[in-house]
């Protein structure tokens, strides 16, 4: 038995054929993901919103891209980000504001993404977040 998934992207556009096949492979297929600094949720992809869910570790997350196809407009929602995000880059350059939307959960960035590339976050640590940290890694120091 064969099972397939429909989505139909519906929308007036004068993008050409092109661009407009890039768009519906990248809904349908995400790119492989490997992360440090966080971790894959387990529903690591919702179809629905076209999101790859990570839950953020550290103030510094780093992620290997691999698209299968190529990847337009990716986005990610981060589940335990400790604070303000710093910066955001792409490659070998930081992305400006307008080239990514950041709302303190979910992260889009205005990209397109061909060839494995490695996308780096920095967030601001909240200030009672670094302290319980730095509390514990001294309690264990002491124990």
């Not at 007036?12 to 096949?21: E, K, N, T, Y």
Request: proline share 6%; hydrophobic share 45%; glycine share 4%.
């Amino acid at each position: 038995m064969t099972v397939e998934r429909w989505a139909w992207l519906i929308a007036m556009s004068d993008a050409p054929d092109a661009q407009l096949l890039d768009w519906a492979g990248s809904f349908s297929i995400p790119p492989s993901v490997e992360v440090s600094g966080g971790r894959l949720d387990f529903d690591s992809y919702v179809p629905e919103r076209r999101a790859i869910r990570l839950i953020v570790d550290n103030a510094t997350v780093s992620m290997a891209i691999q698209p299968n196809v190529t990847c337009v407009n990716p986005v990610f929602e981060l589940h335990n980000a400790p604070g303000t995000l710093l910066s955001v880059a792409l490659g070998n350059r930081s992305l400006r504001q307008g080239e990514y939307a950041w709302d303190g959960h979910t992260l889009w960035l205005d990209a397109k993404i061909a060839q494995p590339e490695r996308l780096r976050l920095k967030f601001a640590l909240q200030l009672s977040r670094a302290i319980l940290k730095s509390e514990s890694e001294l309690q264990r120091k002491l124990d």
